[in-house]
């Protein structure tokens, strides 16, 4: 991942997360897991790329102000 002042990262991060509506995400989407981490990924660069260095070291309180719960999600076209 890549912040604000253009320095390399890597984050390990661990997950939860909880299926509120099991004909979606049975019927709806292909692959589950898959979808769950390119989503969880997709978050946490936006996320990581609106920081800089410091502030993502100095940060230790989750960032669930700055992303949106998975229902909230528009949806995606075709995938």
């Known amino acids: 991942m890549i912040t604000r002042d253009n320095v390399v990262i ?3 991060a661990l997950l939860y997360f909880q ?3 099991p004909m979606k ?3 709806e989407v292909a692959n589950l897991p898959d979808a ?3 989503l969880t990924q997709t978050t946490l660069r936006n996320v990581i ?3 800089d260095l410091d ?3 100095s940060s230790r309180e989750p960032s669930t102000a700055n ?3 998975f229902w909230m999600m528009p949806p995606t076209n075709g995938a």
């Open 10 to 12: 890597e984050i390990n």
């Open 49 to 51: 790329g609106e920081m």
């Open 19 to 21: 299926i509120t509506d």
């Open 55 to 57: 502030e993502t070291l």
């Open 36 to 38: 769950i981490e390119k």
């Open 67 to 69: 992303s949106k719960p």
């Open 25 to 27: 995400a049975v019927y």
